[in-house]
């Protein structure tokens, strides 16, 4: 069965530093993978999308993640963290001619001052 | 494009009272998604149709929900004889027909069953 995990449900960086957040998947097939951001009460919005281009992929707001087959990785980073930054980080798979999009649990990160 | 609209955002209801949301996706998005979102829980897939079919439904659906997209446009999600266990955000979402391609969330409805 598909699967993605989040490593880290808290994650807490300084203004100004890198942001890293984990994301690995399960997979015998090249999967699409997904970022979303979701803000307090508030639905999810997509960051980047891997679909079988481009391993190093950018987003939008300064994120990018890279996609690696053999760490079974899609790990999202941002060279410097902003106060705007904080909400919950969603990692996502979609397997080709499978019809869903399978969400890990989830990663929340704050951002000190 | 006014985006996935999803009505009411909000509902409290008694416990063994029917609910319904409502979701409009994107137009001309063939496809639409349920998903279901409890606190500190990413979203859990619950169903999807594509146009007007019905094409998979999760275990987490049981018979008290159902869902319809009757003519392939707006979806309904029905929850008959809610219980506290169903309160959670109902996330309904739209895409193109193509794998891989964006899926956009609506703002999501909130059920508080009390």
Redesign the interface.
């Known amino acids: 069965a598909q699967s993605v995990t989040q490593l880290g449900s808290h994650v807490s960086v300084s203004e100004g530093a890198l942001v890293l957040l984990r994301c690995n998947y399960s997979s015998s097939v090249p999967p699409y993978l997904f970022w979303y951001v979701q803000y307090p009460n508030q639905g999810l919005q997509l960051l980047l999308k891997y679909t079988s281009a481009a391993t190093l992929v950018k987003g939008i707001n300064g994120f990018e993640a890279e996609f690696k087959k053999s760490e079974t990785s899609f790990h999202l980073t941002k060279p410097s963290a902003h106060m705007s930054d904080a909400a919950e980080y969603f990692c996502a798979v979609e397997y080709p001619n499978n019809n869903d999009m399978r969400f890990g649990a989830g990663t929340r990160l704050t951002v000190k001052p | 494009d006014t985006g ?1 609209s999803q009505n009411p955002r909000h509902k409290i209801t008694k416990r063994g009272q029917n609910v319904t949301f409502r979701c409009d996706p994107i137009s001309e998005h063939n ?1 639409l ?1 349920w ?1 279901r979102q409890t606190l ?6 619950l169903t ?1 149709f ?1 146009n007007e079919a019905q ?2 439904k999760s275990r987490l659906l049981s018979d008290r929900f159902s869902a319809e997209r009757p003519k392939g446009s707006f979806s309904t999600l029905e929850i008959q004889r809610t219980e506290q266990g169903d309160s959670a955000m109902y ?1 309904c ?1 739209s895409s193109s027909w193509t ?2 391609d ?7 409805s909130w059920l508080t069953v009390v």
Request: aromatic share 24%; proline share 4%.
């Open positions: 996935v496809r998604y998903y500190g829980q990413g979203p859990e897939f999807y594509q094409l998979e996330l979402a794998g891989g964006t899926i956009y969330f609506g703002e999501g």
